[in-house]
């Protein structure tokens, strides 16, 4: 049986020299004490995480941050040993054992989670190792203040009882991204008090942290012992309004591109896709882009979202579909094979994940974690010097 060759349609590369080099231009923003943790949730926010947790790990991350335990053990069974997991989004029944065996780092928001945590370690016989995570203002996962003595202190019993080990305190922003938002500055605060009733409590964590990207970026009274940045790794900005990757000395990491599937004539007044919702104005060319929804170009992109071909930044052309799309060439040529880039980091002209978030009123965050599993990512390195500072 031939095997099948590789799909020509369309690719996600992924530069892992850029990762490792946006990794070493954040640690360089923390101080020498503080490590960071390398968050490869949501398969990486859709970058791919073994292969980019191993290039955060190659660059200096000591740490890996996930939601779930399943994404957390799926890193250790593909071989990362030695670097501590810290996963944050459990759900009862979740596979607490299995945690404990892989040497996870574990996080408890609320009493239900240590108590299946103490019964885990008592069928496997190891001690757990958990973080406490203080809801400070965000307002979603995490202990409230009112609920927190209770929390540390059934924490310190069960430690006492040699069921778990509390390894760190932490909590998380919910407008680290908005500057000067008075938020930041009461979760800050609200941070320090919970802090200080653990330690007093006898809590000796390794490690307290609450920074995220933005947070990493711009607010440094924020770092303590670990930052935990996402989006910046992948050379994205947390927020235009905060700065461009540039500003940051970090490089977009993910490029979308596509074979345009098939070129042709239209004459003027032809409907274009689903909808008709765009009509040619005069006879033109149109060229067919073979990704859509499916793929997680966001169909709210219809008629808006930019598209490099044959030199020219093209828009979207009616509706996405499902698996295509089609952009008015204006008459020009090109030839059926010709690459279309949605985005990458911009150097050659074409648009950025950021330009497609504000065609889709998202965030860039959405764009590329949303990139679906038919997109096969190809991972290359363009800046294999960075490896060797
Ligand atoms: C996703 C996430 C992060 C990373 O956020 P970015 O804004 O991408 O840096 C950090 N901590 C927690 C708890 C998260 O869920």
Same mark, same amino acid.
């Given at each position: 049986m031939s095997q099948t060759p590789p799909p020509r349609r369309a690719r996600a590369e992924i530069d892992l020299g850029a990762l490792r080099a946006n990794v070493r231009a954040l640690r360089a923003r923390v101080a020498p004490h503080s490590q960071v943790m390398a968050v490869v949730k949501a398969d990486a926010y859709g970058h791919g995480a073994v292969p980019c947790a191993r290039a955060a790990l190659e660059a200096g991350a000591t740490w890996l941050g996930t939601a779930t335990p399943h994404e957390a053990l799926a890193l250790r069974a593909a071989g990362i040993a030695d670097a501590r997991i810290l996963c944050w989004l459990w759900t009862p029944g979740d596979p607490w054992d299995q945690g404990i065996e892989a040497d996870l780092d574990m996080t408890v928001s609320g009493t239900w989670a240590l108590d299946e945590v103490r019964e885990a370690a008592r069928r496997v016989g190891r001690p757990a190792r958990i973080q406490l995570k203080a809801d400070?203002?965000?307002?979603?996962?995490g202990c409230q203040p009112a609920d927190w003595p209770q929390l540390v202190g059934e924490a310190l019993r069960a430690q006492e009882e040699g069921l778990l080990r509390v390894t760190g305190l932490w909590s998380h922003f919910a407008?680290?991204?908005? =500057?000067? *938002?008075?938020s930041i500055t009461r979760q800050l605060e609200l941070f320090h008090t919970m802090l200080e009733h653990a330690e007093k409590a006898g809590v000796a964590p390794e490690v307290r942290h609450i920074a995220n990207s933005p947070a990493t970026l711009t607010l440094p009274e924020t770092h303590f012992d670990l930052v935990r940045p996402g989006i910046a790794m992948y050379g994205?900005?947390?927020?235009p309004e905060l700065g461009t990757p540039a500003d940051f000395g970090l490089r977009p990491v993910m490029s979308l591109a596509a074979s345009v599937a098939l070129v042709k004539n239209a004459p003027a007044g032809h409907g274009v896709s689903y909808g008709h919702h765009y009509v040619t104005e005069h006879e033109t060319t149109l060229g067919l882009v073979p990704l859509g929804y499916a793929d997680g170009? =966001?169909? *709210?992109?219809?008629?808006r979202g930019p598209v490099l071909v044959g030199g020219k930044v093209r828009t979207v052309a009616g509706r996405v579909a499902m698996d295509q799309f089609v952009v008015d060439l204006g008459g020009d040529v090109v030839e059926p094979g010709t690459e279309a880039l949605l985005?990458?980091?911009?150097?050659?002209?074409e648009p950025t994940a950021q330009d497609w978030a504000d065609a889709a009123d998202t965030i860039a965050y959405e764009i590329v974690t949303r990139i679906g599993a038919r997109v096969p990512r190809v991972y290359i390195d363009e800046s294999p010097d960075a490896r060797d500072h």
């Open positions: 400070t203002g965000l307002g979603r996962n407008c680290a991204d908005e =500057p000067g *938002h008075p994205v900005s947390p927020s170009v =966001p169909r *709210h992109a219809s008629g985005f990458g980091p911009g150097d050659r002209g």
